[in-house]
């Protein structure tokens, strides 16, 4: 009798990635690239607003404080204009919103200047018909005009649920074409495409508790470089299995030996 073992080999050995017929290869090739392009941009998308929290280019763990729990020592207004918002406006621009923001965004110098101001400079991308704070009203640039306390947790659900869903989606069609892999131990296989997942659900964890406790930002870190690994390694070795690998292997499986019948 074959072992449960053996019959795994034989199947590896017959629908392996190198095997698969070319219609699955260029369906499998087709989404690795999209999502490699995908997962570039999003970590280009990271480093433009998160990794600019503090005003510095680059992603630290300041960035990560500032984007959940906020920079309390100034208003939020204050907080997007020294960071992600910093190259948006002239610097003398910058410094009279952030004097009228500390003033409480009074309606007399609304009137006065700052009016046009926003106009010129913000009203572009936060009005009436996008997904940003409205600045055509006085009334939102007040809210905003109070000590910075990060993203809000209505914001937060939101984010949070977009990504649990929609990561999680990438990861398990990844880890589908990854489980075809040949070479790999079961178990190893398992542990790999189980991490992305994991280290999702700590990175989602750990926005919320840096909402709370600012000393989790290294979490958020952590969490990401560690999915970020997990599906990175698997994008490559299922690129490779795809198309360098079979030139490699013979062109047809290697013929499979059948041990002796146990008695």
């Not at 700590?202 to 406790?213: A, E």
């Not at 958020?220 to 390694?233: M, N, P, Q, W």
Request: charge should be neutral.
């Amino acid at each position: 009798m074959k072992s449960y073992y053996t019959q795994l080999r034989i199947d590896e050995l017959k629908y392996g990635l190198p095997w698969l017929p070319l219609s699955l290869k260029m369906l499998f090739t087709g989404y690795l690239l999209a999502i490699g392009l995908g997962l570039l941009v999003a970590g280009a998308q990271i480093m433009l607003t998160h990794g600019m929290a503090d005003g510095k280019f680059g992603l630290s763990v300041d960035d990560i404080v500032y984007s959940y729990y906020g920079n309390r020592e100034g208003t939020t207004i204050e907080a997007k204009l020294n960071g992600t918002m910093k190259d948006k406006a002239p610097p003398e621009i910058r410094i009279e919103l952030i004097k009228w923001a500390r003033k409480g965004a009074p309606q007399k110098d609304w009137d006065n200047g700052i009016h046009q101001k926003i106009q010129d400079h913000c009203v572009l991308c936060h009005n009436q018909s996008s997904f940003l704070p409205d600045f055509t009203k006085l009334e939102t640039l007040q809210s905003l005009a109070k000590a910075d306390t990060g993203e809000s947790v209505a914001k937060l659900t939101a984010v949070s649920h977009i990504h649990l869903f929609g990561i999680s989606f990438i990861f398990m069609l990844m880890g589908l074409i990854f489980v075809f892999s040949i070479g790999i131990p079961q178990w190893l296989k398992a542990v790999i495409v189980m991490i992305p997942f994991l280290f999702l659900i700590l990175d989602i964890l750990s926005w919320w508790l840096t909402k709370y406790f600012p000393g989790f930002a290294w979490v958020t870190i952590i969490g990401g470089f560690g999915y970020t690994f997990a599906s990175t390694a698997m994008w490559c070795i299922s690129l490779y299995q795809l198309w360098i690998l079979p030139k490699i292997l013979t062109k047809s499986p290697p013929p499979y030996t059948p041990p002796a019948e146990e008695s």
